[in-house]
């Protein structure tokens, strides 16, 4: 079975602070791993996948095998990175898609 | 651009009522999928199809069934709504493997 943990539900930081949303993951094999954004009244759309490796509106994760782990960092967090955040594990041979419990992340000014 | 369409942004219905709720996707994609999203439970998959006539379980299908006639069009119905499927409903498709597309969701309360 394949688990996805993102053990805050809330996290706040101030404008210009680095910004780290912390996901885990379980998994037999090899997975991919990817993040998800809701901003406000908007749809859920995908931030990044691990397999590509870019950084994306500042945005980058490591995919850990050692420590099953796929955190999003961002050195400067901006108000308008406020959102939910979901992160998301795919078994290498399926196409269904596991997300965590999700971050609600606020950036104040 | 991938549109992902709900055909009901908010519904209300009582207790026992069948409800269907509709998405249709202009992108031909293989797989589509219905999520329901919770506060504090994230996104759980109800039901996925990956073709025409094709359907699997996700995590949480009691209560659900889905209908997949054609390409382009995905139902999620409740044959007897209760409280507790009160809910936001995200329909999402994708090629196979590909980055999941979703709509805006269709937020149903249950009385």
């Known amino acids: 079975a394949q688990r996805v943990t993102q053990p805050e539900k809330l996290l706040s930081v101030f404008k210009g602070a680095p910004v780290e949303l912390k996901c885990n993951y379980s998994?037999?094999?090899?997975?991919?791993l990817f993040w998800y954004v809701q901003y406000s009244r908007q749809r859920l759309q995908l931030l990044l996948r691990h397999i590509s490796r870019e950084s994306i509106k500042g945005f980058t994760a490591d995919l850990n095998k050692g420590e099953t782990s796929f955190h999003l960092k961002k050195p400067f967090a901006q108000e308008e990175d406020s959102a939910m955040y979901y992160c998301a594990l795919r078994s290498a041979s399926g196409s269904r898609l596991t997300f965590g419990e999700g971050t609600q992340l606020t950036v104040n000014p | 651009d991938v549109k992902v369409t709900q055909s009901s942004r908010y519904l209300v219905k009582r207790t026992g009522e069948k409800v269907f709720l509709e998405c249709v996707q202009d992108m031909d994609h293989e797989n589509m999928f219905w999520y329901r999203q919770d506060p504090g439970l994230g996104l759980r998959l109800i039901y996925f199809?990956?073709?025409?006539?094709?359907?699997e379980k996700g995590d949480i299908p009691e209560g659900y069934s889905v209908s997949r006639e054609k390409k382009e069009r995905f139902s999620l119905i409740l044959e007897s709504a209760s409280t507790n499927q009160t809910s936001m409903y995200l329909c999402a498709s994708s090629l196979f493997a590909g980055e999941l597309f979703f709509g805006e969701g269709s937020r149903l309360t249950v009385l």
């Open positions: 199809s990956y073709d025409v006539k094709m359907k």
């Open positions: 998994y037999s094999g090899s997975p991919e």
